[in-house]
C-alpha cells in the first residue's frame, strides 16, 4: 500500500466584497483581468453602469489590485475618477464605487489553506470562503464567491453585426434538463435557464444563446437580451440595434452548425410568447422532436403566429413599435398541415412520419 504525503500550503488570495451586501463577493485570482459591470455578478442592474464597467487585476503578492475604467460612466477609487481607459492601483482600505459614486466595494488580501500533492503535480486546491446569501434575490442567481463570468466569442471591435461564436459544440436535442425553477411561476423559467452555465451556448455583452429546455427540431436555440425586456409589447426604436445584434448572433448559430448544408431554419419571434423575456427563436425545420407533441406546438412555428426575425426588425424601424394582430391566437387551432408542400395531415405522428420524406436523418 503506498502512502501520499499531503503537505498544506498557505495561498494569499484575493476578494473584492460589496459594503452593502456581504454576499456581493468576486475572487480576483493573481495576475488575472476581471470584468465586472451591471448584471448577477454585481447585483447591479443600473443601466448607466456597463456590464464591462471595470478591469480588476490583482497582484496578490504586492498587495494591491489595479482599476481600469472601461464603461463610459466615471468610475472612482476613494471618490476620485478613474478616467475611460484609465487605470489606478487600489489597496486595501480604500472604496471602489462602481459607477458615479455607487456601489461601493473594498479589497481584502486573505491567507487561505490548501492541500497539494508534490509527487503528482497537482495544482493547489483553495478552500473557499463562502457567505451567506439572503435567499431574497428574485432571479435566483447566486452570489456567492464564484468565477467571474468572462466573455465568449465577443468581437473585439464591438460590432453587433459580427459577433463571433465561442467553441462550445453544438449537438441535436441537447436542451432537456431536469434541473428544476425556483422562480415561482413556470413562465420565468427562461431567466433562469439564460444563467445557467450549463445551458449557455454562447454570450456576449448584450445577449445570451440557450438550448431551449424543450426543442421542438434537432436544432432549436433561443437567443435572449441580458436587459429585462418582457415580450415584444415593450420593444421599440431604442431596441433596434440590439434586435439586429440578436439577428446576428442567429445567423452565426446557423453558421457554425455541423448540419446547416442539409437544413433549413428560421429565426423569429411568438407573437404571443407563453414565456417572459423577450426571446429569439432559431430553430431548423425538421421538427424532428419528441418534444413536438400538440397542434399548438406546430402551428406555433409554422403559421403568421410566428413572426420572422427580418419582419419584426422592419417593423420596429418603421413603425417604432411590433403590431401584432387581433385573434393571431387563433392559428393555433389551424388542422396540421405540412410547412414544406401543405400537405394535410390529421395527427401529430402521421405528420411527423410524413415530415421525414422531406428531412431524412
Not at 43 to 49: A, N, S, V
Not at 331 to 337: A, E, G, I, T
Request: aromatic share 6%.
Amino acid at each position: 500500500m503506498q502512502f501520499v504525503l499531503l503537505c498544506n500550503t498557505v495561498m494569499r488570495v484575493c476578494w473584492l466584497v460589496g459594503k452593502e451586501k456581504c454576499s456581493q463577493r468576486v475572487k480576483l485570482p493573481h495576475l488575472e483581468a476581471v470584468v465586472i459591470g451591471r448584471g448577477p455578478e454585481t447585483g447591479i442592474t443600473d443601466k448607466k453602469c456597463s456590464r464591462q464597467q471595470v478591469q480588476l487585476k490583482a497582484d496578490c503578492n504586492k498587495g494591491y489590485v489595479k482599476v481600469k475604467q472601461i464603461g463610459v460612466n466615471p468610475t472612482s477609487v476613494d471618490l476620485v475618477t478613474v478616467g475611460k481607459d484609465e487605470e489606478v492601483k487600489m489597496k486595501p482600505g480604500q472604496v471602489l464605487h462602481v459607477v458615479n459614486k455607487l456601489y461601493p466595494y473594498t479589497v481584502q488580501f486573505v491567507e487561505e489553506l490548501g492541500k497539494t500533492a508534490p509527487e503528482a503535480g497537482e495544482k493547489i486546491q483553495t478552500k473557499r470562503m463562502l457567505c451567506e446569501v439572503s435567499g431574497e434575490n428574485d432571479d435566483d442567481v447566486e452570489l456567492v464567491p464564484r468565477k467571474t463570468m468572462k466573455m465568449e466569442g465577443v468581437d473585439t471591435k464591438g460590432s453587433s453585426a459580427n459577433p463571433r461564436l465561442s467553441s462550445t459544440s453544438v449537438s441535436p436535442h441537447e436542451g432537456t434538463s431536469n434541473k428544476k425553477e425556483h422562480l415561482g411561476h413556470w413562465s420565468q423559467g427562461l431567466k433562469s435557464s439564460m444563467q445557467d452555465p450549463k445551458m449557455q451556448v454562447y454570450k456576449d455583452e448584450k445577449t445570451v444563446v440557450i438550448k431551449d429546455k424543450y426543442p421542438k427540431a434537432r436544432y432549436h436555440w433561443l437567443i435572449l437580451p441580458w436587459d429585462p425586456i418582457s415580450s415584444l409589447k415593450s420593444v421599440t426604436r431604442d431596441h433596434l440595434e440590439l434586435l439586429e445584434h440578436m439577428h446576428a448572433v442567429g445567423q452565426k448559430m446557423i453558421e457554425q452548425c455541423p448540419a446547416r448544408e442539409s437544413l433549413e431554419f428560421r429565426l423569429g419571434y411568438h407573437a404571443i410568447p407563453s414565456m417572459s423575456q423577450l426571446h429569439l427563436h432559431v430553430i431548423s425545420q425538421d421538427f424532428d422532436s419528441p418534444a413536438l407533441k400538440t397542434k399548438k406546438h406546430w402551428n406555433s412555428f409554422t403559421t403568421d403566429y410566428f413572426l420572422n426575425s427580418q419582419d419584426v426588425i422592419e417593423t420596429v424601424r418603421s413603425k417604432g413599435k411590433v403590431m401584432v394582430k387581433d385573434h393571431v391566437s387563433e392559428l393555433l387551432k389551424l388542422p396540421l398541415r405540412c410547412h414544406r408542400c401543405k400537405q394535410g395531415l390529421s395527427t401529430i405522428p402521421q405528420l411527423k412520419e410524413h415530415l421525414r420524406k422531406h428531412w431524412p436523418k
